[in-house]
């Protein structure tokens, strides 16, 4: 005697019902892994910004406030009586002077080999364009180090100012983007602040130019971020003609 065929419609409806809902476990673990991890990277990155506002801070010891960049030899000759003559001034540095090398070199440091740093340490100081400038760039690096050192346990040696800053940020692991952003902000509202004082400029006024060179600071970083990718041997025949180059306009100068 044969036996009908046993229907299978019921067994495979309940397989896949709780395939469904495994399938949505899964789903549901995934999601919660996943914003579990956006959580962590939020509070990552919230910590990184916090550090970095410390490190900029105007109360960090690096004593910014007795340095001016070259400012106030520019005010007492009367080429900055202004806001405007300020913003302009403040954007020529950003793109052809003392800002942006710091920025260059402060990202060509930050992931070189520590047996480079020295090397980088060097070329950025001959990037100062006078005794002052050179002054400012090694007693600010050397006032960053001991206070890294001392309040994160560092071990950093004595460095010029963006060197130093780009080592810390590296051993911080904090974000070569933001430090960068960072530190060409802290060096805008800086030489406002010494505007204000010395112009003098209203707070207002100087306030307006920080706001209109923000996005001067984020081309310029997006400008510089390359040089990081630059060879050993491109970095040294590039820095080594400019300073030949620098060497040559001073002579002619004097």
């Known amino acids: 005697i044969r036996r009908p065929p046993r229907s299978t419609q019921g067994v495979s409806s309940a397989a896949s019902d709780v395939y469904k809902r495994q399938l949505k476990k899964v789903h549901m673990g995934m999601e919660e892994h996943t914003a579990t991890i956006m959580v962590i990277h939020r509070m990552n990155k919230n910590n990184e910004i916090l550090t970095l506002v410390q490190l900029f801070s105007s109360s960090f010891p690096v004593g910014s406030f007795a340095y001016s960049h070259g400012m106030e030899s520019a005010i007492d000759d009367?080429?900055?009586?202004?806001?405007?003559?300020?913003?302009?001034?403040?954007?020529?540095?950003?793109?052809?002077?003392g800002a942006w090398s710091d920025a260059a070199f402060l990202n060509i440091a930050f992931d070189v080999e520590s047996s480079n740093v020295h090397y980088i340490n060097s070329f950025a100081k001959a990037f100062a364009s006078s005794n002052e400038r050179l002054k400012e760039t090694e007693l600010q690096g050397h006032a960053y180090c001991e206070a890294v050192n001392s309040i994160w346990d560092l071990n950093l040696k004595k460095l010029c100012y963006p060197v130093a800053v780009a080592r810390?940020?590296?051993?911080?692991?904090?974000?070569?983007?933001?430090?960068?952003?960072?530190?060409?902000?802290?060096?805008?509202?800086?030489?406002?602040?010494?505007?204000?004082?010395?112009?003098?400029?209203?707070?207002?006024?100087?306030?307006?130019?920080?706001t209109s060179l923000k996005q001067k600071v984020l081309m310029v970083f997006g400008g510089i971020i390359g040089q990081a990718?630059?060879?050993?041997?491109?970095?040294?025949?590039?820095?080594?003609?400019?300073?030949?180059?620098?060497?040559?306009?001073?002579?002619?100068?004097?």
């Open 78 to 97: 009367g080429l900055i009586t202004n806001a405007n003559d300020l913003e302009q001034w403040l954007s020529c540095l950003l793109t052809q002077g």
């Open 168 to 210: 810390s940020a590296n051993a911080l692991n904090l974000s070569i983007e933001l430090t960068t952003i960072m530190y060409l902000n802290a060096f805008v509202v800086n030489m406002c602040n010494v505007a204000m004082r010395l112009v003098p400029l209203g707070q207002t006024d100087g306030q307006q130019v920080q």
């Open 229 to 254: 990718l630059m060879t050993d041997v491109q970095l040294f025949f590039a820095l080594h003609c400019w300073t030949i180059f620098t060497v040559l306009l001073d002579t002619r100068g004097d």
